[in-house]
């Protein structure tokens, strides 16, 4: 990436749900779309609507996700906090 996700108000698309989410970020790096392309057992989960980078994955038939921003934002967006209940969910 040329300058990076940083800050507040990035807007992340889940694919899943089709909701929109506000996201803070601080990164400078993306997940590659031609490699996420070559492998059948990964995902894409989110998008950024700013630039189309992907900004989740997920792991077919295993128990593993990721996501490219900070979920944990706070005081700032909640609206990835259903991420932590997805991870929770996962462990039983």
Do not use: W
């Not at 996420?36 to 989740?56: F, Q, R, W, Y």
């Not at 996700?65 to 209940?85: I, K, N």
């Amino acid at each position: 990436m040329h300058s990076g996700h940083r800050g507040i108000n990035h807007p992340v698309k889940n694919l899943i749900t089709g909701k929109c989410e506000v996201t803070s970020q601080n990164h400078g790096f993306a997940v590659s779309p031609q490699d996420v392309e070559k492998a059948s057992n990964v995902e894409v989960t989110h998008i950024n609507l700013n630039d189309d980078t992907i900004e989740g994955i997920r792991i077919k038939g295993k128990k593993a996700f990721s996501v490219q921003y900070h979920p944990e934002a706070s005081p700032g967006p909640h609206d990835s906090r259903y991420l932590f209940d997805d991870f929770v969910k996962m462990l039983g």
